[in-house]
């Protein structure tokens, strides 16, 4: 049997509505003729609907409850003049006019279904029935507020003919409304109903989202690829050459030693995953006789230890070998590498060149630290009056004479080290010719007494007997060449 519904939003701006029906749905679905639109409100909450000339509520969602006048409602209950009806944060006041039923919805902010006991109201309903010509209801006594109206005395519940009726009404209506509804990625993936029950389920706060089995499927064939390709062309990677045979050592065999332990091949002296590969070198290689210390120019060109002492390259790889063949290789004018914006291109002209030019020391001195070290070996100090290039001048001289042996044939001084006329020709004015064609004499190729080869060519110059990378080295490039007192 149809039955007129008069719905009044407090919590919208909008005007009163008007329902001629058989039943009104309540909840959060688009298809409910009263819509509470929230999260803690069922997609189908409530129904409401006449029988035998009384209105009754129901609660199609028993796991979320519905309060009647603070009570919580089990499943049907006949509605009175006066009820309040709490769902979710919403309040609604029921009312009659002339037989027809009136539901107010006001919103309570941060409210629950509990609240809606305290927010009783009849306000709205007098001037709703002028407004439609209609005759009010019996008013509250005078003085007494409308808000203080008590609901009218509780009615029985529907017989069991009538009850089995609105279900049979409910389950045809909930049905009907479903239908309408487009598929929504916000179903629930376990614990649905089935049949008729199913648009029954859980709120929104139970939901999770779908991950269909295509999506992880397509996830996972590149993934596949990608190894497959990583082990078919990257295999070096992960099964890099051996490492050198210093480091697979498992006691150490120079004599001053060069680092602090002997390696016995571990890979975690090397690789560690809190700290960097440099830090780890310069730890271990630091001893009385040799500390691996690195040159301003190389570090700030972003160059450390492994560009030039890279490992994995064999048993019979030389440290040795590997950095002097980094010096070639790296201040080349073929290399095309910019280091810091700066390129490496190939010194002195590809050889070794005497550092005066035009009669400027072009050479850049002894580094201050360098210097420092040296200082009680090379007995050198600056006086005040020396100019730039004079001081150049005896840093230069301190390094070579009466302390350096005259070898490949060129004169010396009674004890057989290097003295002026060793280099010089003629001194007024100085013979600067001559000492370009003596330098290679002595700076060019290395043999390695440990090794038991010459890692640098004769004819080849050797970078790291005037370029020292390593300055706190107390062992000498070529020790021959020095002189015993």
């Known amino acids: 049997m149809e039955a007129t519904f008069i719905i009044i939003r407090e919590d919208l701006q909008v005007d009163p509505v008007t329902i001629v029906s058989e039943g009104v749905l309540v909840g959060r679905l688009p298809t409910c003729e009263l819509l509470l639109n929230h999260p803690s409100v069922s997609r189908l909450h409530a129904g409401i609907t006449s ?11 028993p796991g979320n409850p519905i309060m009647l006048n603070g009570a919580r409602l089990e499943e049907y209950e006949a509605l009175a003049d006066g009820d309040i009806l709490g769902i979710g944060p919403f309040a609604l006041n029921i009312h009659f006019l002339q037989g027809q039923l009136v539901i107010k919805v006001s919103l309570q902010i941060a409210g629950t279904a509990g609240d809606a006991v305290t927010r009783r109201e009849a306000s709205g309903v007098w001037d709703l029935a002028t407004t439609m010509n209609l005759e009010a209801p019996s008013t509250p006594p005078e003085g007494e507020p409308a808000a ?42 376990s614990g649905r109903p089935s049949g008729k029950a199913q ?19 397509w996830g996972a064939i590149p993934i596949a690829l ?42 975690t002296s090397c690789h560690a ?13 630091s001893t009385n006789a040799f500390v691996a210390t690195v040159i301003s120019p190389h570090l700030n060109a972003g160059i450390g230890c ?13 440290a040795i070998d590997g950095a002097l063949r980094s010096c070639a290789e790296c201040h080349n004018d073929n290399n095309k590498t910019f280091f810091n914006g700066k390129k490496a291109g190939t010194p002195h002209g590809g050889t070794i060149g005497y550092p005066v030019i035009n009669g400027q020391w072009k050479w850049a001195g002894l580094d201050p630290e360098e ?54 020709n003629s001194f007024s004015p100085p013979d600067l010719a001559t000492p370009r064609t003596t330098c290679a004499k002595c700076h060019s190729g290395q043999t390695d007494p440990r090794a038991g080869h010459q890692v640098v060519a004769a004819d080849k110059p050797n970078c ?9 080295d107390k062992r000498h490039w070529n020790p021959s060449l020095l002189s015993m007192r």
């Not at 029988?51 to 969602?61: H, M, S, V």
């Not at 648009?199 to 499927?217: F, N």
Request: glycine fraction near 4%; include cysteine; hydrophobic fraction near 35%.
């Open 273 to 285: 995953l809190r700290a960097s590969m440099e830090s780890k070198c310069a730890s271990c290689h």
């Open 148 to 189: 203080h109206k008590k609901p009218s005395p509780r009615k029985a519940k529907p017989a069991a003919s009538s009850s089995k009726a609105l279900d049979v009404f409910w389950d045809k209506r909930i049905t009907n409304a479903t239908k309408t509804i487009k598929p929504s990625p916000l179903f629930p993936l």
């Open 226 to 267: 990608l190894s497959v390709a990583g082990a078919l062309f990257y295999a070096s990677a992960f099964a890099p050459a051996p490492i050198s045979e210093a480091h697979a050592r498992s006691r150490m065999m120079l004599s001053p030693p060069v680092a602090t332990h002997a390696n016995a091949g571990s890979c």
């Open 464 to 472: 790291i007997s005037c370029h020292i990378q390593h300055r706190q």
């Open 199 to 217: 648009s029954v389920w859980a709120p929104t706060t139970d939901l999770r989202r779908r991950w269909p089995a295509s999506m992880i499927l």
């Open 371 to 424: 210097l420092n070290q040296r200082k009680t070996t090379l007995k050198v100090e600056r006086l005040a009056s020396d100019t730039e290039d004079q001081w150049r001048s005896k840093q230069f001289h301190a390094v070579h004479m009466y302390r350096v042996k005259a070898v490949a044939g060129l004169s010396g001084n009674k004890q057989g080290e290097l003295s002026c006329s060793s280099c010089h």
């Open 306 to 318: 492994v560009a030039c002492h890279a490992e994995h390259r064999g048993a019979e790889f030389s």
């Open 51 to 61: 029988a035998d000339g009384d209105y009754f509520i129901r609660n199609l969602r």
